[in-house]
């Protein structure tokens, strides 16, 4: 016997084409010129932004109990990814068990998927980009990166004059 609870955890800035972000990009920006901006190597924007905040949700709502999550990761993703297993113990936090059921799934089958069952999805797709994550994550591939700078130009602007004020200094 167990309790089910649906959540979507939405912290990080991949809704493109809003503005329901100023506050967490505000101090996203502050955080930067203090710690740096994000890297390949140092991704400290995840674990404030992210897993911390997740963490932090789980431990109010589980208690001392596991808690069963849901990815929608795919191998096929990058090469990181592609080692993943289907199930396995978050190694960021301790009580999360994850189940990714689309692991192995390609980009035809989520789109023959959504489609077929006419589910809604972020309207980013529509424009071209093939994975809708975080706008100033340092493993966007270069295709994101051009299409920020053509449909999300000012945000693409800030970023870039931020990234060269930060190494001026």
Request: net charge positive; glycine share 4%; aromatic share 18%.
């Amino acid at each position: 016997n167990f309790d089910l609870e649906k959540l979507f955890f939405d912290k990080c800035f991949h809704l493109l084409f809003t503005d329901d972000y100023n506050d967490e990009e505000s101090q996203f920006f502050q955080l930067s010129r203090k710690f740096g901006p994000p890297s390949r190597v140092m991704s400290w924007c995840c674990s404030i932004f992210k897993t911390g905040p997740i963490g932090n949700l789980f431990r109010q709502i589980a208690g001392e109990n596991k808690i069963l999550t849901y990815y929608g990761i795919r191998r096929n993703e990058s090469s990181s990814r592609s080692k993943y297993d289907k199930i396995s113990k978050s190694p960021k936090i301790s009580k999360q068990l994850v189940d990714s059921p689309i692991i192995d799934w390609y980009d035809a089958d989520i789109w023959l998927y959504l489609l077929s069952r006419e589910i809604d999805f972020n309207n980013a797709y529509r424009f071209g980009f093939r994975r809708v994550g975080c706008i100033y994550c340092p493993n966007n591939s270069s295709w994101s990166e051009f299409l920020f700078k053509i449909f999300i130009r000012e945000k693409s602007q800030k970023w870039r004059s931020f990234l060269i004020d930060f190494a001026d200094d």
